[in-house]
């Protein structure tokens, strides 16, 4: 799951030179000619910038579909510091894994293309990997804080790991389906938190 909306952006930069408009640029470009027949150059031209240019925002073509992340994810880690320490904590993970992944109407489609990418291409899936790393981590942080067990012990890496899944398989459904609503789904998946397994069958 990638981020949840724009949010980037500064005052006197032209939208073509943010992070999350050069990756709607490229998942434009995925989309019509393949994810492997677009190469960086193809990219830079649509987006109207250098070569790189192109490399001071994205390491690689492969963290394009991702946009602003490392901002969006910092995002996600003030939310959850800022829910109030009274609400239990399988009810503060499902707020934030909602919030998270919450997505304008008007970019509803641009993020179906994103994950629809995320999820398919090879190349991509081995990608996400390093980018579901530092998203589980906010979790087991966020986990740590508030049971006091340190957030590389077995629990808090297993709430991650768990949030994480609850998260694919509500993009895998939503989809496939294209009736499905992604914040039900997510609600739906949510309840392993509250019930365990037995809440989702």
Request: hydrophobic residues 45%.
């Amino acid at each position: 799951m990638a981020s949840r909306a724009t949010r980037t952006g500064q005052i006197g930069r032209r939208p073509a030179t943010t992070k999350d408009r050069i990756s709607e640029v490229g998942l434009t470009l995925f989309a019509s000619r393949g994810f492997d027949d677009t190469s960086i150059d193809d990219i830079a031209d649509a987006a109207g910038i250098a070569r790189r240019t192109f490399f001071r925002y994205f390491p690689s073509k492969n963290a394009l579909p991702w946009g602003d992340f490392d901002v969006h994810l910092g995002q996600m880690r003030r939310d959850l510091l800022d829910i109030p320490v009274a609400i239990p904590l399988a009810d503060a993970l499902t707020s934030a894994l909602i919030d998270f992944n919450t997505v304008p109407d008007e970019q509803r489609g641009m993020h179906r293309t994103r994950m629809t990418l995320i999820l398919t291409v090879p190349a991509l899936q081995g990608y996400s990997m390093v980018m579901y790393k530092d998203w589980r981590r906010v979790v087991a942080q966020f986990v740590s804080a508030r049971t006091g067990v340190p957030a590389t012990e077995h629990g808090p890496r297993t709430i991650g790991w768990l949030m994480l899944g609850i998260a694919v398989s509500a993009y895998e459904q939503w989809l496939a389906d294209e009736d499905s609503r992604l914040h039900d789904l997510l609600a739906s998946g949510a309840r392993a938190l509250h019930e365990g397994v037995g809440g989702l069958v």
